[in-house]
């Protein structure tokens, strides 16, 4: 189910953008120098393109991608308040010939990472009749890591009030500095409106009441730092489904426990959540406790079923909260990385897709 193709891999790709995990410096742990072969292999696992991310989000073009339209848009031609995190969004149309879902599926990257790197999932949803946007936004700093360290250690509303300047632009938080139009859901709306300007008759305008997103009919997504966004936006607004990869990690090293606005009261319904992660990501267990993630996901998010592992086959006993084993014996990077490879289309299609 999982293979990559790595001699014709590497051959197409002259150069590949990796973006390294990094751990806080009061939790950090050197990675073995034999594991970042192997970590190499699973993230060029995540290369889909002739050209590499790096050339892709310097010069960023839009064309065909199979039966797929990609559209690559950098954030400063939506709005002109946006002058950094310029990495091109990844748009796509729902594929032609195909039944239009008639919803907006938005997904984001993890710290440091941007929608190109994140392509294989991104297309998937275009092929099963969503509109997809993999939104670039600011995450150049682990969440965690900005928490857990000088005055934010002692900060209880660290990682609330993060996340929600990030996603929302309210100026709430000293750690950061995120406007209303530089956040993702500025940048959201601003690139929506785009759309429907520049690609009338691609059904975006359905996406808008008026000025603001029309939420009902967005799924949001995202991986690592990006999967707690998707979580948070989950609690603030009623989404029509949230997908959480590789998260939520979110964890107080001075107070060792969760941040509180990982249990709060939520607008989207838990039974919309969804989520998946590597059985033995010590990246997003970031307490040390390997169940962290997947007992938040439960008490925290009320997300219901059992843990069940992908490996029992569609449709995963009907759960919420899965697992996968693949990816096994390679190195910490990897495992983090691994429900973004390209050969979880099924399960994908399970969680974010249906």
């Given at each position: 189910?999982?293979?990559?193709?790595?001699?014709?891999?590497?051959r197409l790709v002259r150069s590949i953008f990796v973006f390294v995990i990094l751990f806080s410096f009061v939790f950090s742990c050197k990675k073995k120098a034999d594991d970042t072969g192997e970590d190499l292999v699973t993230i060029l696992g995540l290369g889909l393109y002739v050209r590499s991310c790096v050339g892709q989000n310097t010069f960023p073009a839009s064309g065909s991608v199979g039966a797929l339209t990609r559209l690559q848009i950098q954030p400063s031609l939506t709005s002109s308040a946006i002058t950094s995190y310029n990495q091109p969004h990844h748009v796509y149309p729902p594929q032609s010939g195909v039944s239009r879902k008639n919803i907006l599926s938005v997904f984001y990257p993890g710290t440091g990472s941007t929608p190109c790197e994140i392509g294989a999932i991104l297309q998937q949803g275009a092929s099963r009749g969503y509109h997809i946007i993999g939104l670039s936004y600011p995450n150049g700093e682990a969440v965690n890591s900005l928490c857990n360290q000088g005055a934010a250690r002692s900060d209880v509303g660290c990682f609330e009030n993060l996340r929600r300047e990030v996603v929302t632009g309210a100026d709430v938080s000293p750690y950061v500095s995120v406007d209303v139009a530089n956040s993702i859901e500025g940048r959201l709306l601003s690139l929506i409106q785009y759309l429907v300007q520049t690609r009338p008759g691609e059904g975006w305008d359905q996406f808008l009441s008026g000025n603001v997103v029309n939420w009902s009919l967005v799924y949001v997504g995202g991986h690592s730092q990006g999967s707690g966004h998707a979580a948070f936006h989950g609690k603030i607004r009623t989404l029509g489904r949230v997908s959480i990869y590789s998260g939520v990690s979110d964890y107080s090293l001075q107070f060792a426990t969760l941040p509180s606005w990982m249990g709060a009261a939520q607008n989207t319904p838990a039974a919309?959540?969804?989520?998946?992660?590597?059985?033995?990501?010590?990246?997003?267990?970031?307490?040390?406790?390997?169940?962290?993630?997947?007992?938040?996901?439960?008490?925290?998010?009320?997300?219901?079923?059992?843990?069940?592992?992908?490996?029992?086959?569609?449709?995963?006993?009907?759960?919420?909260?899965?697992?996968?084993?693949?990816?096994?014996g390679m190195g910490t990077a990897a495992l983090h990385s691994c429900p973004m490879i390209n050969g979880f289309q099924s399960i994908w299609n399970y969680i974010s897709y249906p």
């Open positions: 189910m999982f293979s990559f193709d790595l001699v014709r891999l590497v919309s959540y969804y989520g998946l992660i590597h059985e033995n990501d010590t990246v997003a267990n970031f307490s040390g406790d390997t169940n962290q993630v997947t007992d938040a996901w439960s008490s925290q998010f009320s997300m219901t079923g059992t843990l069940t592992n992908t490996s029992v086959g569609s449709p995963f006993g009907n759960s919420h909260r899965l697992v996968t084993s693949a990816c096994n």
